[in-house]
């Protein structure tokens, strides 16, 4: 489920052509960073609208983010842990990967990514 708020999101629509001839990706890179695979030391994995408002901050805040990395996971379970730690790979100074949500740690998705990450 998704909130409602994000159905009306033109940011994360998607063309017709998306739905037609192209195909479900478990994981999305955030397009805006990670770029420059060297320098990324830090991994971000959240789903939902977290990723969205973690998206328009980035884009909102003129900073230096070659240091962070947004990895959406658009499913959970079957957890695509392979499509994961092949990405992770391509992180060479990569120092830590971090499971951020909006809930609390007692709720959302945390007790399930503790378990299989």
Not at 13 to 33: D, H
Not at 103 to 114: I, L, Q, R, V
Request: hydrophobic letters at 40%; one cysteine or more.
């Amino acid at each position: 489920m998704t909130p409602k708020s994000l159905l009306r999101n033109q940011a994360i629509a998607s063309e017709t052509s998306v739905f037609t001839e192209g195909e479900f990706q478990s994981i999305m890179e955030e397009p805006t960073l990670g770029k420059n695979r060297e320098t990324v030391q830090r991994i971000i994995l959240c789903s939902g609208k977290l990723a969205v408002e973690l998206q328009d901050y980035v884009k909102k805040n003129d900073e230096d983010w070659s240091w962070v990395h947004i990895i959406r996971v658009e499913e959970l379970y079957p957890f695509p842990r392979r499509a994961i730690r092949e990405l992770l790979k391509e992180f060479p100074n990569l120092e830590e990967v971090k499971w951020v949500q909006e809930e609390p740690k007692n709720m959302g998705a945390w007790t399930f990514m503790e378990l299989v990450f």
